[in-house]
């Protein structure tokens, strides 16, 4: 398991499709946020290299974090204190390095040194296709799954137990010439500014690479 740069394969969901869908949850505050990374990395079965670095990030790692500048810091202070998108993929790639081995203050350098498109495709890359979409995190077995708002976000997109699910539309978003995707209404990727284009340009950008792939093999 590496944090390298570069799109995910098609043998599986798109990750970085799955951790853009986290957005629009933002922002959280510590707990969830804490709740959230932690989640997502045992969701994703990530196992470290460097033993050391299994704890899953809490609250007291991840303040430790932002004194050390290796995270950005929040927005207000104390229990106001919120964390937004850039924040999760910082605690998250923080994590998944030290699983590789790397020392805190390698990764000080390292960081700063990455804008945040590049940031979020390594973290998304490092994951990989197991990366679950919200609504997978809070019903999912064996997980920690994060509280307050986000968990009340992601919930809106269940059905409630022992009743029928919600009736839904979704929406159809061509990608390119013969592709089409279909996504429920409610789906939190759809939630941001501009969701249809980016996710129409990412889809189109790992067909092409398939394309490509194939007419080189």
Known sequence: MTLSAGLPSLS???????????????????????GLAGALLEASNIVPVNAAARALPGERTIRFYVARGLVSPPEGRGTAATYGYRHL????????????????EALGKELAELAGDML???VASALGPALPMPERVLAGHGTRAPRGRVARAM????????QAPRPTSCRRIP???GVELLLDDRHP???????EANLARDIAQLLAGADGGAAES
């Open 189 to 195: 990727a759809l939630q941001r500014p501009g969701a």
């Open 89 to 104: 993929l910082q605690v998250l790639a923080i994590k998944l390095r030290q699983m590789e081995g790397a020392t805190l």
């Open 175 to 177: 990608c390119g010439p």
């Open 120 to 122: 979020e495709r390594r």
């Open 12 to 34: 599986g969901a798109d990750p970085l499709v799955a951790l853009r869908a986290y957005r629009a949850l933002a922002p959280w505050s510590l707990r969830d946020l804490a």
């Open 155 to 162: 919930q809106s997109a269940l059905p409630t137990p022992g």
